[in-house]
């Protein structure tokens, strides 16, 4: 079994060498997908077998209704998630400092991890995921509040923006919190677009209100959230003095900051904005001690 966490399963499909393998894309778990798994299972086309699966939760209930032992299996997940299992994760490989660097797969680079991956599911099976924490359910109940607001005063564009998402997704607690994170991550320059863009396509968002995310973050007032985040996350600078400086919305920081704490660290997959860095170079030192000598310029992914 083996795993990627950039790409849906119905893009790595497209890859997929079908001359030597018979893939079938696994989105869910309803009554009319297992008829299609069980006949797909007795098919006796002589190609590989490959089962694409959308998630590590999809998978476990799989396992519980059908015997594997004959396929491949490939499951598409978040790196926690995918962490549940004994598998390789192909696109996706750990730092020394524990973050992760990123590749790009080609169709040969999946055609070969096909051909390398073992059949069925490993004997140990798959954890459980774990219960959401109190601090998970915390971030969840100010998000719900912040989302919830009727106070027009009090709500920022960018928080209508995400409601209206989340609102038209049947999202679980957890789902939603994972959405809305991962959005803001993105605006921010945390997560790539192309890890976004499987995000939205692994829990169905409306591709109509993902472009208009996508064209906040693209306008002025996204790329002056983000250098006000950045300026108080990496730089220590005041909160409110960053969001001036770089005439940011407080409404949309204090939105974003209720989700992601800046005193957290982040591993940015975008170049820092050079006026910020030239604004800031007393501050680098400290900056480098903080990061414990990660790059102040991430990888582009």
């Known amino acids: 079994m083996i795993g990627f966490t950039q790409y849906s399963p119905a893009v790595l499909a497209l890859l997929v060498n079908r001359d030597k393998f018979f893939p079938l ?16 299972l007795s098919n006796p086309d002589k190609r590989i077998k490959i089962l694409m699966i ?17 396929v491949k299996v490939v499951v598409l997940d978040t790196i926690p998630n995918l962490s549940r299992a004994e598998l390789e994760i192909q696109d996706a490989q750990r730092r020394p400092d524990g973050s992760y660097q990123f590749f790009t797969i080609t169709p040969s680079d999946l055609n070969k991890a096909l051909i390398d991956c073992e059949f ?13 924490s109190e ?20 709500v920022g ?38 890890k976004y863009n499987s995000i939205c396509s692994t829990y169905n968002l409306d591709k109509k209100l993902v472009k208009n995310i996508l064209t906040w973050c693209e306008s002025s007032k996204g790329n002056a959230l983000r250098i006000a985040f950045i300026d108080a996350n990496l730089y220590n600078t005041d909160s409110l003095a960053a969001v001036k400086e770089a005439r940011a919305s407080k409404e949309d920081f204090d939105f974003i900051t209720s ?7 982040y591993e940015y997959v975008i170049e820092i904005p050079s006026k910020l860095v030239k604004k800031r170079k007393d501050k680098i030192s400290n900056v480098l001690e903080k990061t414990s000598s990660k790059k102040l310029v991430g990888e582009a992914v």
């Open 25 to 40: 894309v696994v989105h869910n778990t309803s009554e009319i997908t297992c008829a299609k798994i069980a006949e797909f």
């Open 54 to 70: 959308a998630s590590m939760d999809i998978l476990a209930e799989l396992i519980e209704r059908f015997d594997l032992f004959d």
């Open 120 to 132: 069925g599911v490993p004997e140990s099976g798959i954890k459980q995921a774990p219960a959401l």
């Open 135 to 154: 601090t998970v359910e915390l971030k969840a109940k100010i998000l719900r509040k912040n989302l919830s607001s009727d106070n027009s005063q009090s």
């Open 157 to 194: 564009e960018l928080s209508s923006l995400i409601k209206k998402l989340t609102s038209q997704s049947k999202l679980g607690k957890r789902e939603e919190f994972i959405v809305v994170e991962d959005t803001l991550k993105f605006i921010l320059g945390i997560i790539s677009k192309r």
């Open 259 to 265: 989700v992601l704490p800046l005193d957290n660290e």
